[in-house]
């Protein structure tokens, strides 16, 4: 019975890890990093590099205090301060919605390059397959499996055509330390950062994870557990995206990637057809489990703040689905959408990271016995710090954004 037991606890620690990692390898990560690695080469790499450190630090924060008070984003922010909850679950909600929208139009491009079904079509089944996994008689179940196993597939695909474009990374590992102007990689650091674990990102897993009753200083390693392994998979996942796409860009210097679909044209270039094909499956699964986090962890921000929605969550999470499915039916183009959602995302990062810093100190909300590692404290102040000076010089080029 209890070796039964830690199989359960382990696949729904992993569960977790992979909802937090899949929710951020979507198309958006796909896009931005490919979009980015042809503009800026191996200079990239810093960006990468620091990219997965301050996720790391901010995913240990929010993760830990969500975990020991046993209080999901909202309420905590509820907590500090009066109302801060409200606007924050809105904004998460909002973020979440932008990027959904996205993640189904990624759907509809990666059967597009499968299986050459129109995108409007591809479209709506991208978002009927996100209903029907949560019309399923156990969902969460269900999302912690197909999370995970997508996952690990698109962690093995990628690496072969990783392998295949021959990157240069004595070059990549070269520039960390002598990246040249680095002010111009301000927009593409707080873009992927918000894209690694800003908006409603860095909540997915550690919701789910008090969704399975994970909460309380005991279960504290367990958490800090399941946010490493997230983590570590998103982070294994954009370095080797990278190293694909600057493979193929390094080959082909002379040649300007799609701006439509990025990624796809990079893995045609870097591994023919069979490459083509294989970023058509890795956009489907990243699409697939993307639409499954957003729409979960969105509503997750929104049933606390109402009974009504707490008793009809299946049901809030679907219509959030079909929503974005309606809304990607009607705009269409969804690269640049990515891409600004990661950097709103991005800019909403600092207000919940410091949220949770002040919670961390605060007893009515972590109880009486737990002290916030001093470490990640700091940590935190410095990520709050960078990325608020990050997004505030970032604002003209998001604005750009808009035309």
């Known amino acids: 019975m209890g070796e039964k037991k830690k199989h359960s606890n382990m696949t729904t620690l992993m569960g ?8 951020a390898i979507g198309p958006g990560f796909l896009t931005q990093t490919s979009t980015f690695t042809a503009q800026y080469k191996s200079i990239f790499a810093l960006v990468i590099i620091c990219t997965i450190l301050l996720d790391v630090t901010t995913q240990l924060n929010i993760w830990s205090v969500i975990g020991v008070s046993g209080m999901r984003g909202q309420d905590i922010a509820n907590k500090v301060l009066p109302g801060l909850g409200y606007f924050i679950a809105f904004m998460v909600a909002l973020g979440g919605l932008a990027f959904n929208i996205g993640n189904v139009g990624g759907g509809a491009l990666g059967l597009n390059v499968l299986f050459g079904i129109p995108t409007t079509v591809g479209t709506f089944i991208a978002g009927i397959i996100g209903i029907l996994i949560f019309l399923s008689k156990d969902a969460k179940a269900s999302m912690d499996k197909l999370t995970k196993y997508l996952g690990s597939i698109m962690i093995i695909v990628v690496l072969y055509v990783a392998i295949k474009s021959k990157p240069p990374v004595g070059d990549a590992v070269s520039s960390i330390f002598h990246p040249g102007d680095v002010g111009a990689l301000v927009l593409p650091l707080i873009t992927l950062l918000g894209g690694s674990c800003g908006g409603y990102i860095t909540f997915s897993g550690a919701h789910r994870l008090l969704d399975a009753g994970y909460s309380g200083k005991k279960d504290l390693p367990h958490v800090r557990q399941s946010v490493l392994m997230g983590v570590s998979v ?7 995206l990278f190293l694909a796409v600057l493979g193929v860009v390094t080959a082909n210097p002379d040649v300007t990637l799609d701006a439509s679909n990025p990624a796809a044209d990079a893995f045609r270039l870097g591994a023919g057809v069979i490459g083509y094909k294989i970023f058509g499956l890795v956009l489907f699964f990243a699409a697939t489990t993307s639409v499954i ?8 921000f929104l049933k606390t703040l ?4 707490m008793k009809n969550e299946k049901w809030f999470v679907i219509g959030f689905i079909t929503a974005s499915t309606l809304i ?4 269409g183009k969804p690269a640049a959408l ?4 990661g950097a709103l995302n991005g800019l909403i990062l ?4 410091l949220t949770i810093l002040l919670a961390s100190r605060n007893k009515k909300i972590v109880g009486e016995d737990y002290k916030h590692p001093t470490i990640l404290i700091v940590l935190g102040v410095c990520v709050v710090l960078l990325t608020g000076f990050s997004g505030i010089k970032a604002l003209p080029g998001i604005l750009k954004m808009f035309g």
């Not at 982070?235 to 080797?240: A, D, E, S, V, Y």
């Not at 986090?293 to 997750?300: E, H, L, M, N, W």
């Not at 990607?328 to 705009?331: F, N, P, T, V």
């Open 16 to 23: 977790a890890a992979f909802l937090m990692a899949t929710s």
């Open 234 to 240: 998103s982070g294994i996942m954009r370095i080797l």
């Open 293 to 300: 986090g957003a729409a979960y962890t969105s509503v997750s």
């Open 306 to 309: 109402h009974p009504f929605i």
């Open 328 to 331: 990607m039916a009607i705009l």
């Open 338 to 341: 990515l891409v600004l959602a």
């Open 350 to 353: 600092p207000l919940t990271l």
